[in-house]
C-alpha cells in the first residue's frame, strides 16, 4: 500500500510541475480532421493538423488500419521544423494493400510528438 502512494504521490506531483511550468506535449500539435479518400490507386488519408508552439520537431504519424481479411500498422518519417499554424499532410495505402487485406473497414491516426501520444482521431 505504500508504493502506490507514492507512486501517486510522484505522478501527481509531476503533472503539478508540468501544469505549473507551461510545459506541455498535448497543446504542442493536434490533429483538426481525418478523410478518407478512394481512388484507382489505393486509398488516401487525409490529415489536417494543427501547431500551436513557434516551431515544432519529431511529429509522427501513426497509422493503424484494419482491413476486412487482416490488420496493417505503419508510423510516417519524423516531420521537424513545423511553423506554427494549420497543416495538411496525405498518408496513401497502396492499391496492392487493397488486393492482400480486402478494403479498408476502420483506421486510427495517432499523433506522437517526441514520442509520446498526444493525439489521436479514427474513422469507419
Not at 506541455?24 to 488519408?45: C, D, H, N, P, T
Not at 508510423?75 to 494493400?97: C, F, R, Y
Given at each position: 500500500m505504500g508504493?502506490k502512494?507514492s507512486l501517486?504521490?510522484?505522478?501527481i506531483?509531476?503533472?503539478?510541475?508540468?501544469?505549473?511550468?507551461?510545459?506541455?506535449?498535448?497543446?504542442?500539435a493536434?490533429i483538426?480532421?481525418?478523410?478518407?479518400?478512394?481512388?484507382?490507386?489505393?486509398y488516401?488519408?487525409l490529415i489536417?493538423?494543427?501547431?500551436?508552439?513557434?516551431w515544432?520537431?519529431?511529429?509522427?504519424?501513426?497509422?493503424?488500419c484494419?482491413f476486412?481479411?487482416?490488420?496493417f500498422t505503419?508510423?510516417s518519417?519524423?516531420?521537424?521544423?513545423?511553423k506554427q499554424g494549420?497543416h495538411?499532410t496525405?498518408?496513401?495505402i497502396?492499391d496492392?494493400?487493397k488486393?492482400?487485406y480486402g478494403s479498408?473497414?476502420?483506421?486510427?491516426?495517432?499523433?506522437?510528438?517526441?514520442?509520446?501520444?498526444?493525439?489521436m482521431?479514427?474513422?469507419?
Amino acid at each position: 500500500m505504500g508504493v502506490k502512494n507514492s507512486l501517486i504521490s510522484v505522478s501527481i506531483a509531476i503533472i503539478l510541475l508540468c501544469s505549473v511550468s507551461g510545459y506541455s506535449f498535448a497543446s504542442s500539435a493536434e490533429i483538426k480532421s481525418v478523410m478518407k479518400i478512394q481512388r484507382a490507386s489505393g486509398y488516401i488519408l487525409l490529415i489536417n493538423y494543427e501547431t500551436h508552439e513557434k516551431w515544432t520537431d519529431n511529429i509522427i504519424f501513426k497509422v493503424y488500419c484494419k482491413f476486412s481479411e487482416g490488420e496493417f500498422t505503419f508510423a510516417s518519417a519524423s516531420l521537424n521544423n513545423i511553423k506554427q499554424g494549420w497543416h495538411k499532410t496525405e498518408v496513401e495505402i497502396p492499391d496492392i494493400m487493397k488486393k492482400r487485406y480486402g478494403s479498408l473497414r476502420e483506421y486510427r491516426i495517432e499523433l506522437y510528438c517526441k514520442g509520446i501520444l498526444i493525439n489521436m482521431k479514427s474513422g469507419y
